[in-house]
């Protein structure tokens, strides 16, 4: 027998938490997976050095501020524990250390197959991004056994790496951050060409005075309800540089390389045909999208991206998405825009008609959500 609830979600990430804080207050009965042992897991795994690139004043989640000074970074560490705080205060049904395996429909309700056991709910929310397969180009595997190779997501500390240099492929964001952070121990070469970066110098000055424009348009002009939104979303590709500069890893003695097109002899291969020594070499090279284990393929294009508007899949009534990048905004997928879009999926939710009726331990109250509708 399948247990059954109203709405699962599925990942207590920040949009996760946020969906399920939001169903709370409008009266649902839900559950939240997750595949991690704690709440916050997701952001402690990632490298040590790392910190937010927006100030606390703009990391709270709907109900609860940050609990940081208003104008400070905090660490992936910090916001990990605030994840978790976040959860124990508005005692969300988070249930850790269960891997969803499979979502399927079976007449008008999915079934949600895990590590555990099957589940059936009413409506699904899919909160686990769409930035959790790393993508490595294939001929990676060409490369000779002695180099230590690893993406991004797996890079937490000089310590890993061999002695010698150390390739960082991909000059986005996490590419600058790890070259900066391994530059006092070894000698670093990133290659790629970044999206740009930000004109000003990235701290408290900019968070008071720059971020707020940033943060303004990234929510109300940068929209898929808005033609400019609708013509730039599409076409953003990548991120500009922000806390460091080009400059600021020229100071630091990274070495700037031409793209990495292939691999000979065991080496990586660039673009201009030369092949470099080096010890180590780090890809960060992004993410793909993968959805394959979600089995509604009336739900995707054929390249695999979810079919929604705001989250909401028309296409399969009670399937939604939190927390991917660009769905709304521009800041969907990041701690400053999640929540507005929690509360536009927990309220279509709340007003859809009600398949069972589940009375379960999960079950939270708060308000009547007849009192409210979708805005």
């Known amino acids: 027998m399948k247990v059954e609830f109203e709405t699962i979600v599925i990942g207590a990430g920040q949009a996760g938490l ?26 402690r795994g990632r490298w040590d050095s790392l910190r937010v690139f927006t100030p606390a004043k703009f990391n709270g989640l709907p109900g609860m501020r940050f609990p940081a000074p208003r104008l400070s970074f905090p660490t992936k560490d910090e916001v990990a524990d605030y994840m978790a705080a976040y959860a124990a205060r508005f005692e969300l049904p988070v249930r850790n250390n269960v891997r969803v395996d499979g979502v399927s429909r079976a007449g008008n309700r999915f079934v949600v197959t895990t590590s555990a056991e099957a589940l059936m709910a009413d409506n699904i929310v899919i909160a686990t991004g769409a930035t959790h397969t790393p993508r490595v180009p294939e001929f990676a595997r060409g490369l000779d056994t002695s180099i230590v190779q690893m993406h991004s997501s797996a890079y937490k500390h000089p310590e890993q790496l061999r002695e010698g240099a150390v390739l960082v492929v991909g000059a986005g964001n996490s590419g600058a951050e790890i070259s900066f952070d391994l530059a006092t121990r070894h000698h670093v070469l990133l290659s790629g060409t970044p999206a740009g970066q930000l004109p000003v110098p990235h701290g408290p000055a900019m968070a008071a005075l720059v971020l707020p424009l940033v943060k303004f348009l990234g929510m109300h002009v940068l929209t898929m309800d808005t033609p400019v939104g609708r013509s730039v979303l599409p076409k953003m590709k990548g991120t500009p540089l922000i806390r460091m500069k080009l400059n600021d890893l020229k100071a630091a003695g990274v070495e700037r390389a031409a793209r990495v097109t292939g691999v000979r002899e065991g080496l990586p291969m660039l673009a201009d045909g030369s092949t470099l020594e080096v010890a180590n070499v780090i890809w960060c090279t992004g993410f793909r999208t993968d959805f394959d284990w979600v089995h509604l393929p009336a739900a995707f294009t054929p390249a695999g991206k979810p079919i929604q508007y705001r989250g909401v899949v028309a296409s399969e009534p009670g399937l939604y998405f939190v927390g991917l990048e660009h769905m709304y905004a521009a800041v969907s997928e990041v701690l400053p825009g999640v929540g507005r879009d929690a509360n536009y999926i927990a309220r279509h939710i709340a007003i859809r008609p009600r398949l069972s009726r589940v009375d379960s331990e999960d079950r939270v109250v708060r308000r009547d959500p007849a009192e409210l509708a979708v805005r």
Do not use: E, K, P
């Open 18 to 43: 946020a969906v399920g804080h939001q169903l709370a207050l409008l009266g649902q009965s839900f559950v939240i997976l997750d595949a991690n042992a704690r709440v916050g897991d997701s952001w």
